[in-house]
């Protein structure tokens, strides 16, 4: 054999050879057991009293854990922020509180509206991400409240602030449609 045939078939690109397999066949074709058939294993006595000594042992403070509990929630009382930010940049700090569990009321009437926008926008997004709530209190008062407060009212739900009343303009009267038995003047015509 030279040395490319050698190559050729050590990489797989010769042909296939075919093979040819014999194999006994048996007269029927049902399934019998070559060896017969193992009773189930039980375990020693002592085994399974060892198992039950496992399950009953009781829990040793002593060992160490590798639980860490959620910041505010040990201390078993929930806490409220009022913040009165005058710039974006105090925003951070109400995510911070969020993250520690504590509900932020956000004052904005101190700031510029497009900056209250701002900042509400990135305490709304922060809310959101950790599955907390939001509502509006007042004009430019916002709370938010992670997951585990509830926000209720005496009526069972905030009140929304109510919206201001917006007139809709009444048109003049409108020309007839083209199917009426009145006559119209063609304006495209001249």
Known sequence: MSIFNKL???????????????YEETGSHEFTP????EEPVRPAPEAEELRSNRRERP??????SNVI????????????????P??????PSAIQALRERKSVVLNLTMMEPDQAQRAVD???????????????IGD?????????????SMGGNLSEPPLPQVKVPTRPSMASPAWSA????NRFAQ
């Not at 050729?8 to 040819?20: A, C, H, I, K």
């Not at 005058?86 to 925003?91: A, K, L, N, T, Y």
């Not at 430019?140 to 209720?152: G, K, R």
């Not at 009145?182 to 003047?185: G, L, R």
């Open 140 to 152: 430019s008062i916002f709370l938010f409240a992670p997951s585990c407060v509830q926000v209720t």
């Open 34 to 37: 070559s060896a017969p058939p």
């Open 182 to 185: 009145e006559p119209t003047v």
């Open 86 to 91: 005058r710039s974006f940049e105090e925003m």
């Open 59 to 64: 829990f040793r403070s002593d060992v160490a």
């Open 122 to 136: 990135f305490v709304a997004g922060g809310t959101y991400a950790i599955d907390g709530h939001q509502e509006r």
């Open 8 to 22: 050729r078939n050590f990489v797989g690109l010769s042909e296939d050879q075919e093979y040819e397999y014999e």
């Open 69 to 84: 509990g959620m910041p505010g929630a040990s201390s078993g009382m929930s806490q409220v922020v009022l913040m009165e």
